[in-house]
T-cell receptor, first 111, second 113 residues
Framework: DAKTTQPTSMDCAEGRAANLPCNHS???????VYWYRQIHSQGPQYIIH?????ETNEMASLIITEDRKSSTLILPHATLRDTAVYYC????????????WGLGTSLAVNP | DAGITQSPRYKITETGRQVTLMCHQT?????MFWYRQDLGHGLRLIYY???????DKGEVSDGYVVSRSKTENFPLTLESATRSQTSVYFC????????????FGNGTRLTVT
């Protein structure tokens, strides 16, 4: 399964969009891009996932490049509650046991 | 909507003791997982289960035992706790369906003295 590369940390001003990048250059054709986040002392929380097309839900938007080698998670109006570690993971749907978790991006939303 | 609950939230035990961490989910999800999280490491899979009475090892299974007699419960047992097993343990579940994400509990912080 493909591994991902994310920046260690990022800052964002409250109310602004937070754009979190992820590189997954070795992604396979049947692997999805998933994003989770982990707020301090809590379990990881699913945010969004996609295969090829851009996706949007009530939490965030996911932009996947045409070659699928990278993606960006967008939090359109970041709040202090969005301060968390964000994990980008790629894996074959149905192979949950094959998830490889990196260290993610620590996002600090500042007032 | 109880979801997935782990107990206890915190546990301190001594080296050599047996300790069991509990995980209960109310969704009837077929898949359940145990992860540990340590500083400097991503989440690492200990064990997973595809259904009741079906379990398999993850990447860091040594020293751990699991069982799954009922779909909703997936206890993790440390047969003889060691200091290296001091960690935060997360249980997760998912449906057996393509694209299904994981749903995590809030973890058990275990300290082995």
């Amino acid at each position: 399964d493909a591994k991902t590369t994310q920046p260690t940390s990022m800052d964002c001003a409250e109310g602004r969009a937070a754009n979190l990048p992820c590189n997954h250059s070795t992604i396979s054709g049947n692997e999805y891009v998933y994003w989770y986040r982990q707020i301090h002392s809590q379990g990881p929380q699913y945010i969004i996932h996609g295969l090829k097309n851009n996706e949007t839900n009530e939490m965030a938007s996911l932009i996947i490049t045409e070659d699928r080698k990278s993606s960006t998670l967008i939090l359109p109006h970041a709040t202090l509650r969005d301060t968390a570690v964000y994990y980008c993971i790629v894996y074959n749907a149905g192979n949950n046991r094959k998830l490889i978790w990196g260290l993610g991006t620590s996002l600090a939303v500042n007032p | 909507d109880a979801g997935i609950t782990q107990s206890p939230r915190y546990k301190i035990t001594e080296t050599g003791r047996q300790v069991t961490l509990m995980c209960h989910q109310t969704w009837s999800h077929s898949y359940m997982f145990w992860y540990r999280q340590d500083l400097g490491h991503g989440l690492r899979l200990i064990y997973y289960s595809a259904a009741a009475d079906i379990t398999d090892k993850g990447e860091v299974s040594d020293g751990y035992v699991v069982s799954r007699s009922k779909t909703e419960n997936f206890p993790l047992t440390l047969e003889s706790a060691t200091r290296s097993q001091t960690s935060v343990y997360f249980c997760a579940s998912s449906v057996n369906r393509e694209n299904s994400p994981l749903h995590f509990g809030n973890g058990t912080r275990l300290t082995v003295t």
